[in-house]
């Protein structure tokens, strides 16, 4: 995202991250999705680590529209550590709820973009989590997408 992009820019790039996604995990079997071959990663733990950010971006962006900063701090290393336990700690859950849990979390921000007034969604305002994380969903996406071609699959 960029500094002055528009709520219907937002709201585009979070279709077209949507959309990546799911080509990327598409025709996958539970068994698929639930392989550790990601490095210590499975599909299904990278759409939790996405869900996770999406929850948080929700909370961020509620905050910064109603006159706030940010107040998740993005601090070297403990990023890290809060990803790989949240994939650990929703590695469990099943599948058809990872994927609930998916879109629900982006709905949730896709509603937080579109009832965010317009000078809020700046950039420099949003700091690290921005508003909807489509590269970061997309580079998500990319890694699976590579996962599979190496994988045959």
Request: with cysteine; proline share 3%.
């Given at each position: 995202?960029?500094?002055?992009?528009?709520?219907?820019?937002?709201?585009?790039?979070?279709?077209v991250a949507?959309?990546?996604?799911?080509?990327?995990?598409?025709?996958?079997?539970?068994?698929?999705?639930?392989?550790?071959?990601?490095?210590?990663?499975?599909?299904?733990?990278?759409?939790?680590?996405r869900t996770?950010?999406?929850?948080?971006?929700?909370?961020?962006?509620?905050?910064?529209?109603?006159?706030?900063?940010?107040?998740?701090?993005?601090?070297?290393?403990?990023?890290?550590?809060?990803?790989?336990?949240?994939?650990?700690?929703?590695?469990?859950?099943?599948?058809?709820?990872?994927?609930?849990?998916?879109?629900?979390?982006?709905?949730?921000?896709?509603?937080?973009?579109?009832?965010?007034?317009?000078?809020?969604?700046?950039?420099?305002?949003?700091?690290?989590?921005?508003?909807?994380?489509a590269g970061?969903?997309?580079?998500?996406?990319?890694?699976?997408?590579?996962?599979?071609?190496?994988?045959?699959?």
């Amino acid at each position: 995202m960029r500094a002055g992009t528009t709520r219907d820019e937002l709201l585009f790039e979070m279709d077209v991250a949507r959309d990546r996604v799911g080509e990327a995990i598409g025709g996958l079997g539970e068994e698929q999705m639930a392989q550790q071959e990601i490095d210590g990663w499975s599909v299904k733990d990278h759409l939790t680590h996405r869900t996770l950010w999406h929850e948080l971006r929700f909370f961020e962006l509620s905050r910064i529209a109603r006159g706030g900063r940010a107040g998740f701090p993005v601090i070297n290393g403990a990023v890290d550590q809060i990803n790989n336990l949240f994939a650990t700690n929703r590695r469990s859950l099943p599948l058809e709820q990872v994927l609930s849990d998916l879109d629900f979390a982006r709905e949730m921000v896709r509603q937080a973009v579109a009832n965010c007034p317009e000078d809020r969604l700046d950039l420099r305002l949003l700091q690290e989590l921005g508003p909807n994380g489509a590269g970061h969903d997309i580079a998500h996406a990319d890694v699976i997408t590579a996962w599979r071609q190496r994988a045959g699959i």
